[in-house]
């Protein structure tokens, strides 16, 4: 039973240059999530969806956008990158009904120069 | 508004001793879900219990206990008999109620936990 997996594990960027990255949930998970973690803080929520649409969002400017596809993966975008977002950014997935235990991916390490 | 705080930001232990690692959440929410993840060096949060409001049972769970209290707000975890591999950072994080919210999750800023042979 593969878990959360994210793609790419590690990419660098340039300011100004835009960023997709990608998650497939846990088998069973309708749900996807996505987490910002700045070094030596805690993660930081994004947003969330499911049934292809955006469900809750975080305090993140609009520059932050995603997409959920019919097999429940997703991708993030981030556009027009600034230093600051360079970070660990997770994915995690849950099942909507049932236990709602929450699991995550490795994450892609985002570095923006 | 609803948050996590972790006061102790670093411990530092001697393999075999007994560590507690602290919690203290805010919510106004009656029905709510605490929760405590494991982040090795890798990146990856590993799931390590998860607790509803509703349930103020501890649990034990081989080396690994918890300690949910809602009259205090806190929910500690303590590590007996602590080993190399337990070095990682650990986070306490609360999911607020509701079926909007079944991905969303408030962390505490995480404990980073070093445990010396």
């Known amino acids: 039973d593969a878990g959360v997996t994210q793609s790419p594990t590690h990419l660098i960027k340039t300011r100004g240059q835009q960023v997709t990255l990608r998650c497939s949930p846990k088998s069973g998970h309708d749900t996807v999530s996505w987490y910002q973690q700045a070094l030596g803080q805690g993660p930081q929520f994004i947003f969330q969806y499911y049934e292809e649409e955006e469900r809750q969002r975080g305090n993140f400017p609009d520059r932050f956008s995603g997409h959920q596809f019919p097999n429940y993966s997703s991708e993030l975008n981030v556009n027009a990158l600034l230093l600051g977002d360079s970070a660990l950014y997770l994915c995690?997935?849950?099942?909507?009904?049932?236990?709602?235990?929450?699991?995550f991916g490795e994450g892609s390490w985002l570095t923006v120069v | 508004a609803q948050k996590v705080t972790q006061a102790q930001t670093e411990i530092s232990v001697v393999e075999k001793e007994d560590v507690t690692l602290d919690c203290v959440y805010e919510?106004?929410?009656?029905?709510?879900?605490l929760f405590w993840y494991k982040q090795p060096p890798s990146g990856e949060l590993v799931f390590l219990i998860r607790?509803?409001?509703?349930?103020?049972q501890n649990e034990i769970s081989g080396r690994y206990s918890w300690n949910f209290q809602k009259s205090t707000s806190s929910f500690n975890f303590t590590i007996t008999a602590s080993q190399v591999v337990d070095s990682a950072v650990y986070f306490c994080?609360?999911?607020?109620?509701?079926?909007?919210?079944?991905?969303?999750?408030?962390f505490g800023q995480g404990t980073t936990l070093q445990v010396k042979p």
């Open positions: 994080a609360l999911r607020p109620h509701g079926s909007s919210n079944t991905g969303k999750l408030i």
């Open positions: 607790r509803n409001s509703f349930d103020e």
């Open positions: 995690a997935s849950s099942p909507r009904q049932g236990l709602n235990t929450i699991y």
């Open positions: 919510t106004r929410d009656t029905t709510y879900y």
